[in-house]
């Protein structure tokens, strides 16, 4: 079964972002691949969203098919 599990290599040793699902003991065969560091200044979405500082009606994610549609908005719970 193979499982991917992301590391952080110190300089002496591989540091485990998570534990493995293995007994004590257990043989396994590791395969190592590096990837490319997240920088800082990346953005997530919700970061960008925030910055374009739209406008919108309080109820625009719960009622977005009536504003997209021109359909009833849904009655507040």
């Known amino acids: 079964m ?3 599990i992301k590391a952080v290599f110190d300089g002496k040793a591989l540091q485990l972002e998570e534990p493995l699902p293995f007994a004590p003991n257990t043989r396994v ?3 190592i691949e590096a990837v490319e560091a997240i920088s ?3 953005s997530s979405f919700l970061r960008t969203a925030r910055l374009l500082k739209l406008d ?3 109820d625009f994610a ?3 098919n009536a504003y997209l549609y021109r359909d ?3 009655a507040a719970p």
């Open 62 to 64: 719960s009622n977005v």
């Open 29 to 31: 065969r590791i395969t």
């Open 72 to 74: 009833e908005p849904d």
């Open 2 to 4: 193979p499982k991917t």
């Open 56 to 58: 919108a009606p309080a």
């Open 40 to 42: 800082e200044a990346s």
